[in-house]
């Protein structure tokens, strides 16, 4: 098939080329210039295991292009993906700027039928815009072309995003005409040899389907790190009740680790979209209300434990800080733990030395003009003289570090562990002033 993907970030990148990777033709357009010429010359713009081999392969096969040209990426494609940002608006609700403006421009240049697909994660009622700015870029031209507008929201993860695109638990598809259900299947039928994956509903229930799935998973987020925080308090162990709810089938081990607040350019603003979704047509979502509250203290709490220990003034003291991105495998920055625990410490007049695999890059970009943060080469490189390490994104490069050496660079052996990486006990006999959460 014959299929544009337009906006090629984390989703559109990944989309377009697992779908050239089983054998179709995809062109990939995205405005940002700069991102294109990097995929031109065969770099990728974001950090994705294993994106980079795909892309070069399906490339040199010659079933991958990218474009910044609208009138060829338009051209092009027989199915046209809208894979475009949809971040907060000021009120919280999705900004559909992008998305509008994405479905203008296939509407201005199209000359054959099309199937429109919002990939972008959307508010219920959104496709009813997408068909609402096409139909009238049509009428603007005199033209009566038909077109279908069909919702297939994405469920991958960042860091796994290959692996979730090319095995995924599910496809939701909600189209509500013959002909596009029938190239949806077409176009999803080598992702899914070994049974259906595929469920097919209405437009408004697969919109909504999105913001249900980011929710639910935000809330046991939410919930874990309330009860951790009441755990501190009463001398109880977080990771032990953890595990003892886990183990029921009912509620599953998955999503249930405490930590330093949810972060990524997903959960924080789908939460808000569908609490403002919510206000909108009348419903306070509660729930999910308390969840927004609860992982905005969260991301306080280390900087906090920070400040018990060494006052509100801290100036002269001195963090490193192990892991930046919001989460492993990934050098997404956007809603980051890590930026408002280096803004709390260096507010308090702290220098901070941070080390992360890949984020580094985007971190400096993110916290450019904050002359109080340094970046280190390694990750024992950030600790001489710091007064306490900071432990925020859980690399699996973390997970076993030299502890004697730790406790040389170190000025105080102080560690504040923002994701339960360590045995509490085993750290303490180390030597370590170990401080976890709700441990
Ligand atoms: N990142 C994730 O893990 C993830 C997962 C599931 C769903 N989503 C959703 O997918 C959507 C895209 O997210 P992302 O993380 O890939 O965003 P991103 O910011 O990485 O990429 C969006 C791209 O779209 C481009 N763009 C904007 N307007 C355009 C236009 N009119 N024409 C062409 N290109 C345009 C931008 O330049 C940018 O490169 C969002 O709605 C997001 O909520 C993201």
């Known amino acids: 098939m014959k299929i544009t993907v337009i906006g090629s970030g984390y989703v559109g990148l990944v989309t377009g080329t697992c779908l050239a990777e089983v054998g179709n033709h995809v062109c990939c357009l995205d405005l940002d210039a700069k991102k294109i010429a990097t995929l031109k010359q065969g770099g990728i713009p974001i950090f994705e295991p294993g994106l980079d081999d795909l892309v070069r392969r399906n490339v040199e096969a010659g079933r991958l292009t990218f474009t910044t040209d609208v009138a060829e990426s338009v051209a092009f494609g027989e199915v046209q993906f809208i894979a475009v940002g949809t971040p907060p608006d000021e009120d919280g609700s999705a900004d559909l700027q992008y998305v509008i403006?994405?479905?203008?421009?296939?509407?201005?240049?199209?000359t054959d039928y099309k199937v429109v697909v919002d990939k972008s994660t959307v508010p219920v009622g959104t496709a009813d815009k997408v068909k609402a700015a096409l139909a009238d870029e049509l009428a603007a031209r005199g033209q009566t072309i038909p077109f279908s507008v069909v919702s297939n929201p994405e469920f991958l993860k960042e860091g796994a995003a290959i692996e979730d695109f090319m095995k995924p638990d599910r496809i939701v598809v909600g189209a509500e005409d013959e002909r596009a259900i029938e190239t949806m299947r077409r176009l999803y039928s080598p992702f899914q040899r070994n049974h259906e994956r595929l469920f097919f509903m209405d437009v408004r229930s697969a919109e909504l389907t999105?913001?249900?799935a980011n929710a639910m998973l935000a809330t046991r987020i939410s919930f874990m790190n309330e009860l951790a925080n009441l755990a501190e308090t009463l001398g109880a162990d977080i990771e032990l009740v953890r595990k003892g709810?886990?183990?029921d089938p009912r509620i599953g081990y998955h999503f249930l680790y405490p930590g330093t607040g949810y972060g990524g350019s997903c959960f924080?603003?789908?939460v808000?979209?569908?609490i403002s979704t919510g206000k909108e047509n009348g419903h306070t979502l509660r729930v999910l209300e308390a969840v927004e509250d609860a992982n905005e203290i969260q991301k306080h709490r280390l900087v906090e434990k920070v400040t018990r220990r060494f006052g509100e003034d801290l100036s002269g003291c001195r963090f490193a800080i192990w892991g930046l991105a919001f989460k492993p495998n990934t050098d997404d920055m956007r809603e980051a733990a890590s930026r408002v625990i280096m803004h709390e410490l260096t507010s308090r007049g702290a220098e901070v030395v941070a080390f992360d695999p890949v984020a580094m890059e985007e971190a400096a970009r993110v916290v450019g003009d904050n002359p109080r943060v340094r970046f280190a080469h390694d990750m024992m490189d950030a600790l001489p003289g710091a007064d306490a390490l900071l432990i925020v994104t859980e690399?699996?490069?973390f997970r076993s570090?030299?502890?004697d050496l730790m406790k040389q660079a170190l000025k105080t052996p102080t560690i504040f562990d923002g994701r339960n990486m360590y045995d509490p006990v085993w750290v303490r006999q180390q030597g370590f002033d170990y401080q976890a959460i709700g441990r």
């Open 272 to 274: 808000k979209a569908l």
């Open 245 to 247: 709810i886990g183990s």
């Open 210 to 212: 999105k913001y249900a």
């Open 101 to 110: 403006s994405a479905a203008r421009n296939i509407g201005r240049h199209m």
């Open 268 to 270: 924080p603003k789908d």
């Open 395 to 397: 690399w699996k490069m």
């Open 401 to 403: 570090p030299d502890f």
